[in-house]
């Protein structure tokens, strides 16, 4: 059934429509997992409630199928009445936040090979130190001197063989020990690839919308039900959107995050490597 385009704005059609049908706004959320808060901002024309792009129509989609309208219809008079999903100032268009996710990429790949320049060359100044140092010992004269340097009498002279045999095996150790006494230097790419890395769990407490995007893949658009739970993996950034705050939860490398919000909000965050501590719960 087509909505009916009679004179009221895309909220109060809605309204109509669930009216003529006889169902109540919980229900609808019964049926389709969103909060009774969130349906009622829709039929409000309150759009601030709802996820941009694709998430806030797949919520019009799941409250047409329930009034008995048809689907396809209510999302074009949705995209009609709100074009470009530019409905509210938090939720910018789809290019202009790709625009941005772009520039955010290259604004990080930059960072990360600054970061990686200034970790290799104080490196790769103390292999050369390292280096020229081993050679300098390796290259310095035999310690038999010291033994030329001690008086021994004529009558004597024949213990000088004696005498010359342990200081020949001097300078043999002299190169071992200084080689031994300096520590080979550091290996900085696999703690820098520890720390780069980013492991979530999500749990779901009760069915739930939820869209993941991870490192500029979809992840994760769908109504997770009650017991789910997915590991993800993150080199850069997550931007994850929960249809109700209070049905999901997260570890970050194991530690316990915060709450995301109350009961039926609807919560976007975004997670890297630099800033998800900030979500840690503080022990």
Not at 22 to 31: D, H, K, M, W, Y
Not at 49 to 58: E, S
Not at 120 to 130: E, F, K, N, Y
Not at 246 to 251: D, E, G, Q
Request: charged share 20%; with cysteine.
């Amino acid at each position: 059934m087509p909505l009916d385009r009679t004179p009221g704005d895309f909220g109060s059609r809605l309204r109509e429509a669930r009216e003529r049908r006889g169902v109540t706004l919980r229900q609808i959320a019964n049926a389709t997992k969103i909060s009774v808060s969130v349906l009622d901002a829709l039929e409000r024309n309150d759009i601030s409630r709802l996820p941009g792009g694709i998430f806030g129509r797949a919520f019009v989609r799941s409250y047409a199928v329930e009034v008995g309208l048809d689907p396809e219809a209510t999302i074009q008079d949705f995209m009609t009445a709100f074009p470009n999903d530019s409905v509210t100032v938090g939720h910018p268009t789809s290019a202009r936040h790709e625009d941005h996710e772009l520039f955010e990429n290259e604004r990080r790949r930059a960072g990360t090979f600054l970061s990686l320049m200034v970790i290799s060359v104080p490196v790769a100044g103390v292999v050369v130190w390292i280096g020229t140092a081993g050679l300098r010992v390796r290259d310095t004269p035999p310690a038999a001197t010291v033994v030329t340097a001690t008086p021994a009498p004529a009558p004597q002279a024949v213990v000088a063989p004696t005498a010359t045999a342990p200081a020949s095996a001097i300078p043999a150790a002299v190169p071992s020990t200084a080689e031994s006494a300096v520590p080979p230097p550091p290996d900085p790419a696999p703690a820098a690839a520890e720390r780069a890395r980013l492991m979530i769990v999500l749990s779901v407490k009760s069915p739930c919308w939820v869209s993941a995007t991870v490192d500029g893949q979809k992840a994760i658009e769908r109504l997770l039900q009650a017991g789910e739970q997915h590991t993800i993996d993150v080199q850069r950034e997550m931007t994850l959107t929960a249809g109700d705050a209070a049905a999901i939860s997260m570890t970050l490398n194991g530690a316990a995050t915060k709450p995301l919000g109350k009961a039926g909000d609807v919560v976007t965050v975004r997670l890297t490597p630099n800033n998800f501590k900030e979500l840690l719960q503080v022990r």
